[in-house]
């Protein structure tokens, strides 16, 4: 999905098109909170109609969405159809506004999860495919900051579990909320390991409000990642054996498993290898395109 | 569950009966809606008290559900608790509406799941355990057409995501509905290999509507599928060497974990290896008897 | 978490505090209850108010929580807000009521499960820090029993899916509710072989009630259970050869990955090697001290 593909409204339509961006951001674009908006009535939007595409009334029951489907091609049909709102305007089609992608990407410590980051949103870039890349960690730190809970980030891990969940909450909803305006790349993990287990990264709650589009998990061989964790000195991490990062892999795979039941999102799988990193950056490429 | 098991009502019954079952169907055998449905008077039904054994109430706070349940026998008790209605009238029992079974089978391309189902069903119907098979993808098309949304099969892969979404909840529903008639065997995937990743074949809102009781995993030898594959000419797939066989196999586990979660149903892996067909479907059978 | 940590209210704030366990056994510790408990008037607690730490307000929202938290130092604040509830009367901080750990252990039949258990919980006795040990089957036919469901436990596996589901929930809330008194263990397993299948052992429903904090697989090398099993003569199980057992940890493996998802609960690998189980149960300990 390329930027220019978004601005489907028309010159006259942009204030339009500014508001419904606004009432996005305050409905902080959460489906729910969609499904129950059937027509809006607000300021410069009196007598316009919102039809959120999430909840489409079928033909039969709506005549505007009927009408305004059968006046675009079917391929704009299908695109407008993906994410985002249907505006008309006394029953004629006005516009479409799209959602960007949402897009997470994981991987254990030392896969080399940024570089294949970076790598794609520059080839992306050239394209004329926008990505904003979010940290999930520091996007929650900035929440926690703005309610003087934290002063440093070293402050977050000593949270209590329940602050930590609504902070995660919090921060879910307002990158879902970026999505209003660009595709987002949101740089996570599967799983943490922490001192009593595996930890979910995107527990039940983080995903009810980011509802993500693509999982990616960046992989690579066990050794490989040993490797590049003893090669780097600039962080301290718990050294841990190959089989150690095996096991974490594979539970980070079990994990994703059980976000693709709750959200309907995909699961990719990209292979980070030695030598090879433009292969990985071609296939993360592939996906965000 | 054998159909001769079902009838439990008697022939004066028989209306009745036909009545909770035009009930059951427009209920959709949901058991949110079952939940909330603790007696019923409408037409033939005035006086009579439909007791949702999806949500029966205390022995002590309902004096219909113990005297009910202290008529029949033991076995029957348990035998009609397992799912479905119990029927009272003027707190008499006056019949049993079991639900039959809904058993999900899964497997990858080339696992031969189509042959095992049908060597299952024909040995079934041979002991007189009827059982109606279903393709989810095939029924979930059948609703998209009824609403012209497609003509021909190719069109539901354009199809938008939230559409789909909208289509599969509603195919999922119906299928439920099927359950109050008869035992049926979905036939369907557990996940599907997309270009952006593996896709949970039975995501959250799917099973919320489906509950089903077994999910059966048809898997074999990933070696051995990769020559099934290449002896079919007949369809064409996209080619995957055996590795990435084995990634899918172990990802449709992974998720099937989830579900097992999410619904409380069992996950069953049935093999199907190479001259072994007979073993494959004995095993099948036994899960659906 | 030591029981000397958990008197944070002073002597005169015993009544007080009686009354909140009362008060929290009643809500059945469960958050959605404790969500909406902003504050309570009743019996001795009049003007007292009850802050659920579950959802507090934002500090700028809430005089009371703020002065409270200020009174605590840094450290005490943290530890307060892991679980429980902040006690205040007339703006004025009265004390901390904590609730204790829920640790559910798993394990495949003869891992040794109880064994390692047993040997944690004496070492954690000495030091001080308390655990009851419930078994959640025994919970549950107890429930049972008080509803004279069944007479013997035998009778438990022959009880229909829907009552089982039911007195599963009922279990889960018993003993969420436990937790306000005491750190918990749960023995249970993370996933039960029957002839149709692999079952949760923590469904959905058991899930939303319970609220684990950690869960624990306890594992070891399949050949080594298979041993183990031949060897115990007491107990008649199905015997199943070491590639089954395998699957079957496999799966618990996959399956508590969802539990994460669900629970944000973290997953916890303990292995119970042949002569070392002093390692199994340090690493127990560990996570439960």
Redesign the interface.
């Known amino acids: 999905m390329s930027p220019k593909a978004r601005p489907l409204v028309g010159p006259e339509e942009s204030l339009l098109e500014k508001k419904v961006r606004q009432h996005l951001f305050r409905l902080r674009v959460r489906s729910k909170a969609l499904a129950s908006t059937g027509s809006e009535s607000e300021g410069n939007f009196n007598r316009e109609c919102l039809l959120p595409?999430?909840?489409?009334p079928?033909?039969a029951q709506n005549p505007f969405s009927t009408r305004a489907r059968r006046a675009q091609s079917n391929s704009e049909r299908?695109?407008?159809?993906?994410?985002g709102f249907i505006l008309t305007a006394n029953d004629t089609l006005t516009g479409v506004i799209k959602l960007g992608k949402k897009v997470v990407v994981t991987g254990v410590p030392g896969v080399g999860k940024t570089t294949v980051i970076n790598g794609a949103m520059e080839r992306l870039a050239a394209e004329g495919v926008e990505y904003k890349a979010v940290n999930f960690g520091t996007f929650m730190f900035e929440v926690a900051k703005k309610?003087?809970l934290v002063a440093d980030r070293d402050e977050m891990r000593?949270?209590?579990?329940?602050?930590q969940?609504?902070l995660q909450q919090a921060a879910a909803s307002g990158i879902a909320a970026m999505s209003g305006d660009a595709n987002i790349i949101i740089d996570t993990h599967s799983?943490v390991k922490?001192?009593?287990?595996?930890?979910?990264g995107?527990?039940?709650?983080v995903?009810r409000e980011l509802m993500p589009?693509?999982?990616?998990l960046v992989e690579t061989d066990p050794d490989q990642i040993l490797m590049r964790r003893l090669g780097d000195a600039s962080r301290a991490r718990d050294m841990e054996g190959s089989r150690a990062i095996a096991?974490h892999q594979?539970?980070n795979?079990?994990?994703?498993?059980?976000?693709?039941?709750?959200?309907?999102c995909?699961?990719?799988?990209v292979r980070n290898e030695n030598f090879l990193l433009e292969q990985g950056i071609d296939d993360l490429v592939?996906?965000l395109r």
Chains 1, 2, 3 share one sequence.
Not at 53 to 56: D, W
Not at 78 to 83: A, C, D, G, I, L
Not at 202 to 205: A, D, G, K, Q
């Open positions: 595409i999430l909840s489409l079928k033909p299908h695109y407008s159809f993906r994410h309610e003087n000593k949270l209590a579990k329940d602050v969940k609504r799983s922490t001192p009593t287990g595996f930890l979910a995107l527990p039940e709650w995903l589009d693509i999982i990616v096991e594979e539970f795979r079990a994990v994703s498993a059980a976000y693709a039941m709750y959200t309907g995909t699961i990719k799988i592939s996906v």
